[in-house]
């Protein structure tokens, strides 16, 4: 097989310098118009590459088709144009470190800034590889750039040669998956894929069957507002009742910065507002139904304790649900993930599934009726100036992408 390291390469650094960020404030959708630039470029070269149906939806994903030449399901691959609104991504100046010598890699626009094996050991590993990252004032956006250049270069590949099997494929490439919009309610059918995979994992090997469960909640806390000079006995501060639920809720357990693996947690993102009305926002996580119960149970017994403290305060919390853990329903039927993990194999890989901390539009998307397990790409320190990639990772990604397609035929 052709190596696709260059293309990748050429196309991971140009879809990096498009500016393509998600905006979690924006009512909008897609969030923000920018987005659509990178749509608009990838409309014009799936057309170009010969891929059929290419279609931009008005909620802003980009949908295609590669022609099957074998019978077999109907599978779909998706990525996502969007990156995070966590850190600059504005003036993104990705750059090639060709042939990596395993030592620290410093950055052109921030001397203070450095990555090296001791800090991140998987670097280390990567000695000889093409790595690529940005210039120090912006992340790089691999995360999920790669994503979308591996789906390229893998489709250009097949659309150009007739003799590489597969059955009929359907490409995604979603907006918005970093604040949590990136499958539509139409997007199931519109994809018409009979399972599907996203490409945007980490490590070389990773194939993920197991997101976190997650409810959004918002406190809202109503006091009683009255000029200080006339508060006596009537003022009732809705900041110290506020104050008073984060001291109650757990702080040495319970958190995300206490708890690891597969332990859920409770997470207070938001404190806004003044003495007569506060509101706090949380996320809640955990892997089982159980867990993720008991934590909302949790935060609403705290709020209840505060509010029966002073009855003339108005606490109210609303939880909501956000995404569930994939493997409830993976569980049920384990084709999908068995097929990648027999792919891997297929191009030397040894598969690991390691639980993500986190959701994935494949968690939606599963729930939705499309089975969706995850991917690696190769992309690490993701969301951050750090980010980076190696070009040889990917360049598995995308065989891994051909090795799935070529095996679901015979499934
Ligand atoms: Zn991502």
């Given at each position: 097989?052709t190596d696709l390291t260059e293309e990748l390469i050429e196309r991971l650094v140009r879809y990096c310098a498009i500016?393509s960020?998600?905006?979690?404030?924006?009512?909008?959708?897609?969030?923000?118009?920018?987005?659509?630039?990178m749509q608009?470029l990838l409309?014009d070269e799936l057309?170009a590459m010969?891929a059929?149906?290419?279609?931009?939806?008005?909620?802003?994903?980009v949908?295609?088709?590669?022609?099957?030449?074998?019978?077999?399901?109907?599978?779909?691959?998706?990525a996502?144009v969007?990156?995070?609104?966590?850190?600059?991504?504005?003036?993104v100046?990705p750059?090639v470190?060709?042939?990596?010598?395993?030592?620290?890699?410093?950055?052109?626009?921030?001397?203070?800034?450095?990555?090296?094996?001791?800090?991140?050991?998987?670097?280390?590993?990567?000695?000889?590889?093409d790595?690529v990252?940005?210039?120090?004032?912006?992340?790089l956006g691999a995360?999920d750039k790669a994503g979308v250049a591996i789906l390229m270069s893998a489709a250009r590949r097949?659309l150009a040669?007739?003799?590489?099997?597969?059955?009929?494929?359907?490409l995604?490439f979603?907006?918005?998956?970093?604040?949590?919009?990136?499958?539509?309610?139409?997007?199931?059918?519109?994809?018409?894929?009979?399972?599907?995979?996203?490409f945007?994992?980490?490590?070389?090997?990773?194939?993920?069957?197991?997101?976190?469960?997650?409810?959004?909640?918002?406190?809202?806390?109503?006091?009683?507002?009255?000029?200080?000079?006339?508060?006596?006995?009537?003022?009732?501060?809705?900041?110290?009742?506020?104050?008073?639920?984060?001291?109650?809720?757990?702080?040495?357990?319970?958190?995300?910065?206490?708890?690891?693996?597969?332990?859920?947690?409770?997470?207070?993102?938001?404190?806004?507002?003044?003495?007569?009305?506060?509101?706090?926002?949380?996320?809640?996580?955990?892997?089982?139904?159980?867990?993720?119960?008991?934590?909302?149970?949790?935060?609403?017994?705290?709020?209840?304790?505060?509010?029966?403290?002073?009855?003339?305060?108005?606490?109210?919390?609303?939880?909501?649900?956000?995404?569930?853990?994939?493997?409830?329903?993976?569980?049920?039927?384990?084709?999908?993930?068995?097929?990648?993990?027999?792919?891997?194999?297929?191009?030397?890989?040894?598969?690991?599934?390691?639980?993500?901390?986190?959701?994935?539009?494949?968690?939606?998307?599963?729930?939705?009726?499309?089975?969706?397990?995850?991917?690696?790409t190769g992309m690490?320190?993701?969301?951050?100036?750090?980010?980076?990639i190696s070009a040889q990772d990917m360049a598995?990604a995308a065989?891994?992408c051909?090795?799935?397609?070529?095996?679901?035929?015979?499934?």
């Amino acid at each position: 097989m052709t190596d696709l390291t260059e293309e990748l390469i050429e196309r991971l650094v140009r879809y990096c310098a498009i500016d393509s960020q998600s905006d979690a404030d924006s009512p909008s959708s897609p969030s923000t118009a920018i987005q659509l630039d990178m749509q608009r470029l990838l409309v014009d070269e799936l057309t170009a590459m010969g891929a059929q149906d290419v279609t931009l939806t008005d909620y802003g994903a980009v949908l295609a088709t590669i022609p099957g030449t074998a019978e077999g399901p109907v599978v779909g691959f998706l990525a996502h144009v969007d990156t995070a609104p966590q850190f600059n991504a504005t003036g993104v100046k990705p750059r090639v470190i060709r042939g990596y010598n395993g030592g620290a890699i410093t950055y052109p626009d921030d001397p203070s800034l450095s990555l090296t094996p001791d800090a991140f050991p998987y670097l280390g590993e990567k000695r000889g590889h093409d790595i690529v990252t940005a210039s120090g004032l912006t992340l790089l956006g691999a995360d999920d750039k790669a994503g979308v250049a591996i789906l390229m270069s893998a489709a250009r590949r097949m659309l150009a040669d007739l003799s590489i099997p597969r059955p009929t494929l359907r490409l995604a490439f979603t907006p918005d998956e970093e604040i949590g919009r990136g499958v539509d309610a139409r997007l199931p059918a519109d994809l018409g894929a009979d399972f599907a995979y996203t490409f945007d994992g980490g490590r070389v090997g990773e194939i993920e069957d197991e997101t976190f469960s997650a409810d959004g909640a918002v406190v809202t806390i109503r006091g009683v507002s009255i000029h200080p000079g006339y508060a006596t006995g009537k003022l009732v501060n809705a900041i110290h009742l506020a104050a008073r639920i984060i001291e109650t809720l757990p702080q040495a357990t319970m958190t995300p910065e206490t708890t690891a693996g597969r332990e859920g947690f409770i997470h207070a993102t938001d404190m806004e507002g003044g003495a007569s009305e506060m509101r706090l926002k949380l996320i809640i996580r955990d892997f089982e139904r159980e867990g993720l119960e008991q934590k909302g149970a949790i935060l609403r017994k705290v709020c209840e304790a505060v509010a029966a403290t002073e009855p003339r305060a108005s606490i109210t919390c609303e939880i909501t649900p956000q995404y569930r853990n994939m493997r409830y329903w993976l569980e049920d039927d384990m084709t999908p993930v068995e097929l990648a993990r027999e792919s891997a194999r297929d191009i030397g890989l040894e598969p690991v599934s390691i639980p993500i901390r986190g959701g994935t539009d494949g968690s939606r998307l599963t729930e939705m009726g499309i089975p969706c397990p995850n991917l690696f790409t190769g992309m690490q320190n993701i969301h951050g100036p750090l980010e980076w990639i190696s070009a040889q990772d990917m360049a598995l990604a995308a065989q891994l992408c051909l090795a799935i397609s070529a095996r679901a035929i015979r499934s």
